[in-house]
T-cell receptor
Framework: QQPVQSPQAVILREGEDAVINCSSS?????VHWYRQKHGEAPVFLMI?????EQKGHEKISASFNEKKQQSSLYLTASQLSYSGTYFC??????????????FGTGTRLTIIP | DGGITQSPKYLFRKEGQNVTLSCEQN?????MYWYRQDPGQGLRLIYY???????QKGDIAEGYSVSREKKESFPLTVTSAQKNPTAFYLC??????????????FGQGTRLTVV
């Protein structure tokens, strides 16, 4: 079952901030974040492994609340290059170790000058 | 250069024909995946493989088949049983799912159109 992302789409002016949320109905081992430009392959941004872990990548950071089975991606002072569709990917826990990598439905981010 | 290659980029087939999409990686990754992308539905998992000669069904495996005879290769066959095969197909690979801290690398995708 796919994780749920919100919002589905967001339009920002350059310099504004955005938050993209990802939630799962299943216990998670990790959460991945990817960005896909139109017509291109998704590109890996970051992975969060531990509950409460936060990571940063330039002005893009993320948090992982393992207990709530949720993750959020934070984009601050957005730039035109941040436009694209953002996907969260989740690895579910199992008795045999990590298993399949399942992606959310995506959040389309549009940055306007 | 290391990477993951999908071919062809565009593929046209007549309804009722089976078609095989190629995915090759030279990253020495253990895990490989196939996803289908339709507008508004994100990436849906078709099949995945953690080691050679082993693979598991994803969320939408019906009408598809795969093989994993070599570590580098994970071809996907779209059979005539797939009711709506026209879509963008993405292959990905990652270091063993049991390791920590690594994301997945994607190929450039194959856009399949069935007429």
């Amino acid at each position: 079952q796919q994780p749920v992302q919100s919002p589905q789409a967001v339009i920002l002016r350059e310099g504004e901030d955005a938050v993209i949320n990802c939630s799962s109905s299943k216990a998670l081992y990790s959460v991945h974040w990817y960005r896909q430009k139109h017509g291109e392959a998704p590109v890996f941004l970051m992975i969060l492994l531990k509950g409460g872990e936060q990571k940063g990548h330039e002005k893009i950071s993320a948090s992982f609340n393992e207990k709530k089975q949720q993750s959020s991606l934070y984009l601050t002072a957005s730039q035109l290059s941040y436009s694209g569709t953002y996907f969260c990917g989740t690895e579910e826990r199992s008795n045999f170790g990590n298993e399949k990598l399942t992606f959310g439905t995506g959040t389309r981010l549009t940055i306007i000058p | 250069d290391g990477g993951i290659t999908q071919s062809p980029k565009y593929l046209f087939r007549k309804e009722g024909q089976n078609v095989t999409l190629s995915c090759e990686q030279n990253l020495n990754h253990d895990a490989m995946y196939w996803y289908r992308q339709d507008p508004g539905q994100g990436l849906r998992l078709i099949y995945y493989s953690q080691i050679v000669n082993d693979f598991q069904k994803g969320d939408i495996a019906e009408g598809y088949s795969v093989s994993r005879e070599k570590k580098e290769s994970f071809p996907l066959t779209v059979t005539s049983a797939q009711k709506n095969p026209t879509a963008f197909y993405l292959c990905a690979s990652s270091i063993d799912l049991w390791r920590q801290g690594y994301g997945a690398f994607f190929g450039q995708g194959t856009r399949l159109t069935v007429v």
